[in-house]
């Protein structure tokens, strides 16, 4: 069975207040080991995806501090320690000193990391 770590990862991502590294395995799942050292609202960076909120479903841990997905109905906020489902349909919140393992499909994942650079690139 295939592993990896947070420094296995073949991919990282980094952002101002964010560090993402990740994994693509066989099956169609991706896991990113995410670290955030600022809190913010990514809402924006999510404009031009349906209902301009992520549309691929996500499955973690909280390692460490707190993390919120936004929900167009409520906020859901999870804190170390915490394993968690979020549905389609949300944005979510960083906060500073948060790190958790997340698992998400990796077709669903790359179509909203595709947006996200973009808005990034115009300065979303």
């Known amino acids: ?8 990862a073949s991919e990282s991502i980094a952002l101002d207040g964010l560090e993402v590294h990740l994994e693509n395995f066989e099956g169609g799942y991706t896991v990113c080991f995410e670290s955030h ?3 913010v609202d990514l809402a924006p960076l999510f404009r031009g995806l349906p209902d ?8 973690g841990y909280v390692v460490a501090g707190v993390v919120e997905f936004r929900f167009a109905d409520r906020t859901e906020r999870y804190e170390a320690g915490d394993a968690y489902y979020v549905p389609p349909g949300h944005t979510p919140v960083h906060h500073a000193g948060a790190r958790i393992v997340e698992f998400s499909p990796t077709d669903s994942l790359g179509a909203a990391i595709g947006v996200v650079m973009s808005n990034l690139q115009s300065g979303t």
């Open 1 to 8: 069975m295939p592993n990896v770590s947070l420094e296995t």
């Open 37 to 39: 050292t600022a809190d």
């Open 52 to 59: 301009d909120r992520c549309q691929f479903p996500r499955w």
